[in-house]
């Protein structure tokens, strides 16, 4: 369940912006991957957890075609209409929810207009998906208004266009998708290719300690593009439409070919998803040593072999892995700062945040925030 204050913030919020009678309420969470990361855009494997932080939209149905949404944290109003949709350079938030109206729209969904006050605890910048769990939140929110049912998938699919074609981060499917089908204590394996996917029990003793760096990814979007665009000419050596489809006894032999910096990009691919379906058989034999040992070498290969981490992300890694009772820690997420996770003993988890605030800040200059967090579920309406 949302944090109360969180609704009611955004009740009140909505009842000062648009009066005229009450919203309805709709919401979509963060999220925070275990292990998987890069390989989504190669059609790979993926095992992320949605989160108990989200964000929450009060919307009200209009009757014409103007959209106004008004975020909370920005404290800033925007609007459109939905006939005429086009980026505004000047509220970047906006651009999620005017790029999945135009979407929708394109796909042939029939929108009415509306008024929504935006509320979230989701880190924002920090790593955790807020912007998918915005672009979802107001997608779904569009579409109950106009009546409309849809699957998780296409709202998810719906949601990622938006970002790959108007806001222009080329992204996966990983963040929309555990944003719309995300389970209560359940992770979820997710196949990129087929969008199919299972959920997988999360451990009752065990916590998912997340931590934020204080290092925000800012406007690295292009140094993600250019990671994209090298694992596509990896493939392309390859012969084959994604990295998905090369294993590592293929890798080994035809990688010698291959540019020093592409190689390396590319065998973190391979290997990261031999990890993660590796790792998804650990969970559901409840292996947790097993599974940890998978996260530090997928931290390890983002470091090395991606190079998407930063000293911040090493140095709470390292402190992890000091702390008796923690399983595994890596960076989560695109990289280049943000967040690592760590899967703990439950009874571990205060020695693990007492090293983090004994240790971080003397080695990074920073301080680091911890959530520790319950897997929730997808996008909903709250009645
Ligand atoms: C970002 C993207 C996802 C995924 C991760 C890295 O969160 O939005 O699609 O590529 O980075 O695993």
């Known amino acids: 369940m949302p944090d109360p204050s969180l609704l009611e913030r955004a009740l009140a919020a909505f009842a000062r912006r648009f009066p005229g009678g009450p919203p309805r309420l709709f919401r979509a969470p963060g999220r925070v991957n275990l292990i998987g990361e890069h390989t989504d855009y190669n059609d790979g494997f993926v095992l992320p957890v949605a989160i108990d932080r989200q964000v929450m939209v009060a919307a009200r149905r209009r009757e014409d075609r103007r959209v106004r949404l008004y975020a909370l944290s920005f404290d800033q109003e925007t609007e459109f209409n939905l006939d005429a949709i086009a980026p505004d350079a000047a509220v970047p938030w906006s651009n999620y929810g005017r790029g999945v109206g135009l979407v929708l729209r394109q796909e042939g969904y029939r929108l009415p207009g509306m008024d929504a006050a935006i509320a979230g605890d989701v880190p924002i910048g920090a790593g955790l998906s807020s912007s998918a769990a915005l672009e979802v939140a107001v997608g779904y929110a569009m579409l109950r208004l106009a009546g409309l049912e849809v699957e998780g998938t296409a709202l998810a699919k719906a949601a990622q266009r938006a970002e790959n074609e108007f806001v222009g981060m080329r992204c996966g499917i990983m963040d929309q ?18 969008l199919g996917h299972r959920t997988l029990p999360l451990p009752a003793d065990a ?20 990671r994209r665009a090298e694992c596509e000419a990896a493939a392309r050596h ?24 592409t190689r390396r990009r590319a065998r ?5 998803n031999a990890r993660t379906l590796a790792a ?13 040992r998978l996260m530090y070498a997928s931290h390890a290969s983002l470091r090395d072999d991606f190079e998407v981490s930063t000293p911040e992300l090493n140095a709470l890694v390292e402190i992890a892995a000091g702390v008796p009772g923690v399983y595994g820690a890596r960076l989560t997420g695109a990289g280049f700062g943000g967040c690592v996770v760590a899967l703990a003993q439950r009874v571990a988890a205060p020695a693990l945040v007492a090293a983090i605030e004994a240790q971080y800040p003397a080695r990074s200059g920073r301080r680091a925030t911890v959530y520790i967090c319950r897997a929730s579920t997808g996008t909903s309406e709250i009645t």
């Open 177 to 194: 998708l555990i944003a719309c089908l995300g389970q209560a204590e359940h992770a979820l394996l997710i196949d990129c290719r087929s």
């Open 207 to 226: 916590a998912i300690v997340v931590v934020d760096s204080g290092v925000r990814r800012g406007l690295k979007d292009s140094e993600y593009n250019s």
């Open 238 to 261: 390859f012969g084959v439409p994604a990295l998905r489809d090369v294993d590592e006894a293929t890798f080994r032999s035809r990688a010698p070919e291959l540019p020093e910096s």
């Open 268 to 272: 973190h691919v391979v290997t990261e």
């Open 280 to 292: 998804a058989l650990a969970l559901e034999t409840s292996s947790l040593h097993t599974f940890g």
